[in-house]
């Protein structure tokens, strides 16, 4: 037995010494990395793209005519660069589009103060009214019962005050070099689709209690008093929305996380009586979506002081006017475009963002960043092919997504038509660590060899996460190396979430995000109404770019596809 395991030892160290002498080094072309990088550091297009983009064609909702619209500047902008194969991908599910034509609020008593506020997306429209305001503080559903009667024909405030705290630090930052070295020697984080927990299917009083405590476990220093403030924010919203709907109320109004004045703003809530799955939820846009009343976002400080003015028992009157248009329920879809590869051409490399943004700001970090990435990205690659004659072997194939806001639809949607599909399964049991589903594969699926996704803002970008894929990272590191910029070094097994490169990584493709510093993006921008191109740093988004077109480039002439990690959950069939 002891003779058989040595024998075994020294084969294994035989093929381990027979890897390291014979692997052949990555292959980097440094002569088109210098024409990459004096292309798009030298001669930029971006920030006129991104003026474009945000200026004149934002916002764009999914499903919107606004939507349409934007693709079309992005379809006949790629053409005239020479890049004529684009196509609309067309997917399900139906959604209504939304466009906010007129809005004002203003309080006209005791004290006149126009409000910074916006309506959320999908909201219902409300002829001009001045009305008086109440303010529904029940936090529990057995609280709303004292109410009963008191709402009809009033504008309702019904959410907590927030705290404002002034400033004292930088509310932008770039990553210090001791995160990205702690990112660069982390182990792969417990759990790659989220938290490791029990199956929170359902939101209600127990067991937030249970996810606040996984919370806290994995995440030191979380702030779960502001965490539990917003779950309790979720289970009881949705509840006072439909009493307040029942007992005749004009709308609703809510304050909005942020201060100075800077509101995050997204879709309008749906009433509900009692409990559903996480799964079974509809969205707002959802054709099958039940009645809704008006409902507007409101900043902390004029809402703390409608709040602070009823407590002293003045009276509060508001008025407000809204008009919105909606259009019948349609598909939504995605945007596509390639540069034809070579020898290679029925292989593909891909990168993407999503297309789609919120309203209340002109998506400028979320993610106009991420489309103008990718257009001048193609843009880069298709002037040195001209110039220079310098092709990718592979077909390089860009996908600027519809409805990533409402759930990832478009890329999912798009890779479940085009490359795997994975059977359906409880969203909150993804979620949070529980079975994926089985993956079907098609035939497109062994073409692809990685996609590549911008989504983080207008950070500089700092390296990549290899979302578990170790096999990918001496690529990365070569890669990263030869393109020369010590900035951009860090390379992690970490996961990260929350955008498209989800889909592609959820039935086992390679599917990457970039590491970009946050600088406000959390604190400012991402959907919020500062979302605009003023907030957009230059020269961070032209090494951007420049970058996507160099890691589309040489991933599209390497001799082998990109390497893939171990078979995603289910055996795949």
Same mark, same amino acid.
């Given at each position: 037995?002891?003779?058989?395991?040595?024998?075994?030892?020294?084969?294994?160290?035989?093929?381990?010494?027979?890897?390291?002498?014979?692997?052949?080094?990555?292959?980097?072309?440094?002569?088109?990395?210098?024409?990459?990088?004096?292309?798009? =550091?030298?001669?930029?297009?971006?920030?006129?793209?991104?003026?474009?983009?945000?200026?004149?064609?934002?916002?764009?909702?999914?499903?919107?005519?606004?939507?349409?619209?934007?693709? /079309?500047?992005?379809?006949?902008?790629?053409?005239?660069?020479?890049?004529?194969?684009?196509?609309?991908? @067309?997917?399900?599910?139906?959604?209504?589009?939304?466009?906010?034509?007129?809005?004002?609020?203003?309080?006209?008593?005791?004290?006149?103060?126009?409000?910074?506020?916006?309506?959320?997306?999908?909201?219902?429209?409300?002829?001009?009214?001045?009305? /008086?305001?109440? @303010?529904?503080?029940?936090?529990?559903?057995?609280?709303?019962?004292? !109410?009963?009667?008191?709402?009809?024909?009033?504008?309702?405030?019904?959410? /907590?005050? =927030?705290?404002?705290?002034?400033?004292?630090?930088?509310?932008?930052?770039?990553?210090?070099?001791?995160?990205?070295?702690?990112?660069?020697?982390?182990?792969?984080?417990?759990?790659?689709?989220?938290?490791?927990?029990?199956?929170?299917?359902?939101?209600?009083?127990?067991?937030?209690?249970?996810?606040?405590?996984?919370?806290?476990?994995?995440?030191?220093?979380?702030?779960?008093?502001?965490?539990?403030?917003?779950?309790?924010?979720?289970?009881?919203?949705?509840?006072?929305?439909?009493?307040?709907?029942?007992?005749?109320?004009?709308?609703?109004?809510?304050?909005?996380?942020?201060?100075?004045?800077?509101?995050?703003?997204?879709?309008?809530?749906?009433?509900?009586?009692?409990?559903?799955?996480?799964?079974?939820?509809?969205?707002?846009?959802?054709?099958?979506?039940?009645?809704?009343?008006?409902?507007?976002?409101?900043?902390?400080?004029? !809402?703390?002081?409608?709040?602070?003015?009823?407590?002293?028992?003045?009276?509060?009157?508001?008025?407000? $006017?809204?008009?919105?248009?909606?259009?019948?329920?349609?598909?939504?879809?995605?945007?596509?475009?390639?540069?034809?590869?070579?020898?290679?051409?029925?292989?593909?490399?891909?990168?993407?963002?999503?297309?789609? #943004?919120?309203?209340? $700001?002109?998506?400028?970090?979320?993610?106009?960043?991420?489309?103008?990435?990718?257009? /001048?990205?193609?843009?880069?690659?298709?002037?040195?092919?001209?110039? !220079?004659?310098?092709?990718?072997?592979?077909?390089?194939?860009?996908?600027?997504?519809?409805?990533?806001?409402?759930?990832?639809?478009?890329?999912?949607?798009?890779?479940?038509?085009?490359?795997?599909?994975?059977?359906?399964?409880?969203?909150?049991?993804?979620?949070?660590?529980?079975?994926?589903?089985?993956?079907? %594969?098609?035939?497109?699926?062994?073409?692809?060899?990685? !996609?590549?996704?911008?989504?983080?803002?207008?950070?500089?970008?700092?390296?990549?996460?290899?979302?578990?894929?170790?096999?990918?990272?001496?690529?990365?590191?070569?890669?990263? #190396?030869?393109?020369?910029?010590? #900035?951009?070094?860090?390379? #992690?097994?970490?996961?990260?979430?929350?955008?498209?490169?989800?889909?592609?990584? $959820?039935?086992?493709?390679?599917?990457?995000?970039? =590491?970009?510093?946050?600088?406000?993006?959390?604190?400012?921008?991402?959907?919020?109404?500062?979302?605009?191109?003023?907030?957009?740093?230059?020269?961070?988004?032209?090494?951007?770019?420049?970058?996507?077109?160099?890691?589309? @480039?040489?991933?599209?002439?390497?001799?082998?596809?990109?390497?893939? %990690?171990?078979?995603?959950?289910?055996?795949?069939?």
């Amino acid at each position: 037995m002891k003779r058989a395991v040595r024998i075994a030892a020294i084969c294994l160290l035989g093929v381990v010494l027979t890897r390291c002498v014979f692997a052949q080094p990555e292959k980097v072309d440094t002569a088109v990395v210098a024409k990459i990088k004096f292309e798009g =550091i030298r001669h930029s297009q971006i920030m006129d793209l991104l003026s474009s983009l945000c200026d004149v064609y934002s916002p764009r909702l999914a499903w919107s005519p606004e939507y349409r619209r934007g693709a /079309e500047w992005v379809t006949k902008k790629l053409g005239e660069w020479g890049i004529s194969n684009v196509t609309y991908d @067309y997917w399900a599910p139906l959604g209504k589009g939304w466009t906010l034509r007129n809005f004002s609020a203003m309080v006209t008593s005791p004290v006149p103060y126009p409000l910074i506020a916006y309506p959320a997306a999908w909201s219902p429209g409300l002829k001009e009214r001045e009305a /008086e305001v109440l @303010y529904l503080d029940a936090t529990k559903a057995d609280e709303l019962e004292k !109410y009963k009667g008191k709402l009809k024909g009033k504008f309702v405030l019904v959410s /907590e005050p =927030i705290e404002v705290k002034a400033h004292f630090e930088p509310q932008a930052s770039r990553f210090a070099d001791s995160v990205l070295l702690r990112m660069a020697n982390a182990d792969m984080q417990q759990g790659r689709r989220g938290l490791r927990g029990p199956g929170f299917n359902r939101l209600n009083a127990q067991n937030i209690d249970s996810m606040m405590s996984v919370m806290a476990s994995q995440f030191p220093g979380v702030d779960t008093a502001a965490m539990r403030r917003r779950f309790n924010a979720g289970v009881m919203g949705p509840l006072k929305l439909a009493f307040a709907q029942q007992e005749g109320a004009l709308a609703i109004l809510s304050a909005g996380q942020g201060d100075d004045g800077t509101v995050l703003v997204q879709s309008a809530l749906l009433p509900r009586t009692g409990e559903a799955p996480v799964a079974q939820r509809l969205g707002a846009y959802d054709p099958k979506a039940p009645e809704t009343i008006p409902q507007v976002v409101v900043a902390a400080e004029h !809402y703390n002081r409608m709040i602070r003015m009823l407590k002293k028992g003045e009276k509060v009157n508001l008025a407000m $006017g809204l008009q919105v248009a909606t259009t019948k329920p349609d598909s939504g879809f995605n945007i596509i475009a390639e540069i034809p590869g070579t020898d290679l051409k029925d292989e593909v490399v891909m990168s993407g963002g999503h297309f789609d #943004t919120w309203h209340a $700001g002109t998506g400028a970090t979320d993610n106009n960043t991420g489309t103008a990435t990718c257009m /001048e990205a193609m843009r880069i690659l298709r002037v040195i092919g001209e110039k !220079y004659g310098i092709r990718p072997r592979r077909t390089i194939r860009m996908g600027l997504w519809g409805a990533e806001e409402e759930g990832l639809i478009g890329s999912r949607e798009y890779v479940s038509q085009v490359f795997a599909k994975r059977d359906s399964v409880s969203g909150a049991s993804a979620m949070f660590g529980g079975p994926a589903g089985e993956i079907t %594969k098609l035939p497109e699926y062994d073409h692809l060899s990685v !996609y590549f996704n911008h989504d983080n803002g207008s950070g500089r970008v700092r390296g990549i996460y290899l979302q578990g894929n170790e096999a990918a990272r001496s690529i990365f590191r070569a890669w990263l #190396t030869a393109f020369g910029d010590p #900035t951009a070094q860090t390379i #992690t097994i970490q996961n990260t979430t929350g955008t498209d490169h989800q889909s592609f990584d $959820g039935v086992g493709l390679p599917g990457f995000q970039f =590491i970009q510093d946050p600088l406000e993006y959390d604190s400012r921008t991402h959907h919020y109404n500062m979302d605009v191109y003023d907030r957009i740093q230059e020269e961070d988004m032209k090494q951007a770019a420049a970058i996507m077109a160099f890691f589309a @480039y040489t991933a599209a002439t390497r001799d082998a596809k990109f390497p893939r %990690k171990l078979p995603a959950s289910g055996t795949g069939r």
